[in-house]
């Protein structure tokens, strides 16, 4: 009997399933359900069945994984392999990601007793360090990149890492525009064989890796810029597929054995040698020549993706031609072989029904025009895509620009004072120093709004009904920076000061 492959995760959708099956061939007439007993003696009864955990995949990654798009991808990367004469060249074929480490690491399994539940000491709440990773179909792998959170960078962060490894800082730790153009400028051309031939950089489609000017830059080195489809990475990206993830599970290894040997912790001055020694295994020539061969790169081969990792994607598809041979009237004699083609039947007509189910939705959408639409699965260095980058950006930055200046229109000019006042209240005129030790300096546009001659004529609507200022004498003799709140007055339809004029403290829509 062929085994149905039926997503199930847990026992009780089995029985359910058991239960509607049996109901169907007619053997199961009770109002009550089949029982985990039953469970257990048809798990006994197909040894080669096992309940695992699935790994989570996003909505995104499910739908974007369908044949039609692996296969378009394949087309465009064989004509440009052709095109630049890279089909024995796999030393000019390179892969580039990102790869997010943190201080407080992940322990690894431990062999410990039945009764035993050991606690692992980790470094607790830490910031993130980046590795920019990058291997050719050679299994060449380049020396690692870091990007360090914080504002200067310091050449101690690199004591004891790699030969040739280098690095930056970033606010945040993760990489950007200006990391990743300073990574390819002075790393990435560092290393890359320079015999006046066209090197293909693969890389995926985030916003910090394409942009007009560094297509321009990439031109004019001869370096190829291929975007993988959007949301298909661990499928195509050769990193992620067979590096990274060693990559992640060594590093906690050398991070736990580093806490358990030695009375230091985890931190920015020993992540780069912990994650150097991570990364030279990780990246090894034969993981990074796996890799790309497992993606169908090289050697090119666009049926190298197991179709079972692309199965998810079919429940999104518009196609709903769906086998179902239809009802098969049989009794209680049926063999074993008709039994299993109703079983198939009977699967066959549920995922019809969770196809038609999923695919509903996707009628109803309307197309969105992102910059990914133009790049996924692209070579953006050629010139029909770099000139229709080049468009998508003016048109989104004058789009933005109406919209600004819109907004902006719209609001009347009470709305733009109050806005104004909330903003920047009224300090006190004098020079005297504030609590913070600063001297406050006059800004000739606050103004006394209370004066006997105003610097801006104030309506007697767009004053407090209560208190009939446009600034609350609290704040205007204060010498601190303080927020005024506004609220319209249901009595009179005027507005007023919140918390000062009123014991309303906060309006909610």
């Given at each position: 009997?062929?085994?149905?492959?039926?997503?199930?995760?847990?026992?009780?959708?089995?029985?359910?399933?058991?239960?509607?099956?049996?109901?169907?061939?007619?053997?199961?007439?009770?109002?009550?359900?089949?029982?985990?007993?039953?469970?257990?003696?048809?798990?006994?009864?197909?040894?080669?069945?096992?309940?695992?955990?699935?790994?989570?995949?996003?909505?995104?990654?499910?739908?974007?994984?369908?044949?039609?798009?692996?296969?378009?991808?394949?087309?465009?990367?064989?004509?440009?392999?052709?095109?630049?004469?890279?089909?024995?060249?796999?030393?000019?074929?390179?892969?580039?990601?990102?790869?997010?480490?943190?201080?407080?690491?992940?322990?690894?399994?431990?062999?410990?007793?039945?009764?035993?539940?050991?606690?692992?000491?980790?470094?607790?709440?830490?910031?993130?360090?980046?590795?920019?990773?990058?291997?050719?179909?050679?299994?060449?792998?380049?020396?690692?990149?870091?990007?360090?959170?914080?504002?200067?960078?310091?050449?101690?962060?690199?004591?004891?890492?790699?030969?040739?490894?280098?690095?930056?800082?970033?606010?945040?730790?993760?990489?950007?525009?200006?990391?990743?153009?300073?990574?390819?400028?002075?790393?990435?051309?560092?290393?890359?064989?320079?015999?006046?031939?066209?090197?293909?950089?693969?890389?995926?489609?985030?916003?910090?890796?394409?942009?007009?000017?560094?297509?321009?830059?990439?031109?004019?080195?001869?370096?190829?810029?291929?975007?993988?489809?959007?949301?298909?990475?661990?499928?195509?990206?050769?990193?992620?597929?067979?590096?990274f993830g060693p990559l992640q599970k060594i590093y906690?290894?050398?991070?736990?054995?580093?806490?358990?040997?030695?009375?230091?912790?985890?931190?920015?001055?020993?992540?780069?040698?912990?994650?150097?020694?991570?990364?030279?295994?990780?990246?090894?020539?034969?993981?990074?020549q796996n890799a790309f061969r497992k993606t169908g790169i090289y050697p090119f081969d666009s049926s190298?993706?197991?179709?079972?990792?692309?199965?998810?994607?079919?429940?999104?598809?518009?196609?709903?031609?769906?086998?179902?041979?239809?009802?098969?009237?049989?009794?209680?004699?049926?063999?074993?072989?008709?039994?299993?083609?109703?079983?198939?039947?009977?699967?066959?007509?549920?995922?019809?029904?969770?196809?038609?189910?999923?695919?509903?939705?996707?009628?109803?959408?309307?197309?969105?025009?992102?910059?990914?639409?133009?790049?996924?699965?692209?070579?953006?260095?050629?010139?029909?895509?770099?000139?229709?980058?080049?468009?998508?950006?003016?048109?989104?930055?004058?789009?933005?620009?109406?919209?600004?200046?819109?907004?902006?229109?719209?609001?009347?000019?009470?709305?733009?004072?109050?806005?104004?006042?909330?903003?920047?209240?009224?300090?006190?005129?004098?020079?005297?120093?504030?609590?913070?030790?600063?001297?406050?300096?006059?800004?000739?546009?606050?103004?006394?709004?209370?004066?006997?001659?105003?610097?801006?004529?104030?309506?007697?609507?767009?004053?407090?009904?209560?208190?009939?200022?446009?600034?609350?004498?609290?704040?205007?003799?204060?010498?601190?920076?303080?927020?005024?709140?506004?609220?319209?007055?249901?009595?009179?339809?005027?507005?007023?000061?919140?918390?000062?004029?009123?014991?309303?403290?906060?309006?909610?829509?």
């Open positions: 009997m062929p085994i149905f492959s039926t997503c199930v995760s847990r026992w009780q959708e089995v029985v359910d399933i058991g239960t509607r099956f049996a109901e169907n061939l007619g053997k199961w007439k009770h109002t009550d359900p089949l029982t985990l007993r039953w469970f257990s003696g048809f798990v006994s009864r197909w040894p080669e069945l096992r309940v695992l955990k699935p790994r989570s995949l996003e909505h995104l990654r499910a739908k974007a994984a369908s044949p039609e798009n692996i296969q378009r991808y394949f087309t465009e990367l064989d004509g440009i392999i052709k095109k630049y004469d890279l089909t024995d060249k796999p030393h000019l074929i390179f892969n580039v990601d990102e790869k997010g480490i943190s201080q407080c690491h992940s322990p690894p399994h431990v062999v410990a007793g039945r009764e035993v539940h050991p606690p692992a000491v980790t470094s607790g709440k830490s910031s993130t360090t980046t590795i920019i990773g990058c291997g050719s179909a050679a299994g060449f792998a380049l020396p690692p990149y870091f990007v360090f959170q914080g504002a200067r960078m310091r050449q101690d962060l690199l004591n004891g890492t790699s030969p040739g490894s280098n690095g930056c800082v970033s606010e945040t730790g993760w990489s950007n525009s200006s990391v990743f153009r300073q990574y390819l400028e002075e790393h990435f051309l560092r290393y890359i064989p320079r015999e006046d031939r066209y090197v293909l950089l693969l890389l995926d489609g985030h916003s910090t890796h394409i942009s007009v000017g560094l297509i321009e830059w990439a031109k004019a080195h001869k370096i190829i810029l291929f975007i993988l489809p959007a949301h298909t990475s661990h499928i195509l990206q050769p990193l992620d597929v067979g590096c906690n290894f050398e991070c736990h054995k580093e806490m358990r040997l030695t009375a230091s912790t985890i931190s920015r001055y020993n992540i780069g040698i912990l994650a150097s020694k991570a990364y030279t295994k990780a990246l090894s020539p034969e993981n990074l190298a993706i197991d179709g079972t990792i692309l199965e998810p994607s079919r429940v999104f598809s518009n196609d709903l031609d769906v086998k179902n041979s239809g009802d098969n009237a049989c009794g209680p004699a049926e063999d074993k072989n008709t039994v299993v083609h109703r079983m198939a039947d009977f699967l066959a007509e549920k995922e019809a029904t969770l196809i038609s189910t999923k695919s509903a939705k996707q009628f109803k959408k309307t197309e969105r025009k992102c910059l990914s639409k133009l790049t996924s699965g692209r070579c953006i260095t050629e010139d029909e895509v770099q000139q229709a980058i080049q468009n998508y950006k003016k048109d989104t930055s004058s789009k933005n620009t109406k919209n600004a200046a819109n907004k902006k229109q719209d609001k009347g000019p009470i709305l733009k004072e109050k806005e104004e006042a909330t903003r920047v209240s009224t300090v006190n005129d004098s020079q005297t120093a504030g609590p913070s030790g600063a001297a406050v300096a006059h800004k000739p546009w606050l103004g006394d709004w209370n004066s006997e001659e105003p610097d801006i004529e104030i309506r007697e609507e767009e004053k407090c009904c209560v208190c009939k200022n446009f600034t609350p004498d609290a704040v205007r003799q204060s010498s601190v920076l303080q927020f005024v709140k506004w609220g319209k007055c249901n009595a009179c339809g005027h507005w007023v000061h919140l918390r000062y004029c009123s014991k309303t403290i906060a309006v909610r829509r």
